[in-house]
């Protein structure tokens, strides 16, 4: 339940929010900024000569990011043109996903097994090497793996909460039909 919480929640703010991610920037520069000299895709907001020299400037790749997904072609992309949301970058549902596994998979392990303390470095690494990966492939800012934590934590929480609310409503009425 607190997964699937999790992946609406980050839908309701894919859907409210759509956020570029970084990999996107330069193809933002190219087309956008260099070639039709506006800002926005309807023309509005023609720079000057002044203004296109200066934002040329602004924008040159300081973030030296390579665009991964059109890097190659893979079925993996052709998936994602097909069916994807390009700019569902905030919040990180890679980073979310990673989390939730971390947690699912200490939890499982349970609170006095002497192997806990392996299934939360293991937890660690996981989540640590996923936002570190999504970030220098440009799939997402640092904020965007917060954004995801949060994303989680929220999942989890609601879940936690639904799960009581129906339990404790199910054994009242259990408690009141036997009793009464």
């Known amino acids: 339940l607190s997964f699937f919480l999790m992946?609406?929640?980050?839908?309701?703010?894919?859907?409210?929010l759509p956020t570029m991610p970084p990999r996107l920037l330069s193809k933002y520069q190219e087309e956008y900024i260099l070639n039709n000299r506006t800002i926005g895709s309807d023309g509005v907001g023609e720079l000057s000569d002044s203004d296109l020299k200066y934002t040329?400037?602004?924008?040159?790749?300081?973030?030296?990011?390579?665009?991964?997904?059109a890097k190659d072609d893979t079925v993996y992309n052709t998936l994602h043109a097909e069916v994807g949301n390009p700019y569902a970058a905030m919040p990180s549902m890679h980073t979310g996903w990673a989390l939730w596994s971390a947690l699912v998979g200490i939890q499982a392990g349970g609170t006095?097994?002497?192997?806990?303390?392996?299934?939360?470095?293991?937890?660690v690494i996981h989540v640590t090497l996923t936002v570190f990966f999504i970030i220098i492939t440009g799939n997402h800012f640092w904020l965007d793996a917060v954004g995801?934590?949060?994303?989680?934590?929220?999942?989890?929480?609601?879940a936690k909460w639904l799960t009581m609310e129906v339990f404790t409503s199910k054994v009242s009425l259990l408690v009141k039909s036997l009793i009464g």
Not at 8 to 13: D, E, P, Q, R, W
Not at 60 to 69: C, L, S
Not at 148 to 158: E, K, P
């Open 112 to 123: 006095t097994s002497p192997t806990r303390h392996i299934w939360v470095y293991l937890g």
């Open 7 to 16: 992946l609406f929640l980050g839908l309701v703010i894919f859907t409210l």
């Open 56 to 69: 040329e400037k602004m924008m040159e790749p300081w973030w030296n990011i390579t665009d991964t997904m």
């Open 148 to 158: 995801g934590a949060v994303c989680t934590q929220i999942g989890l929480l609601l």
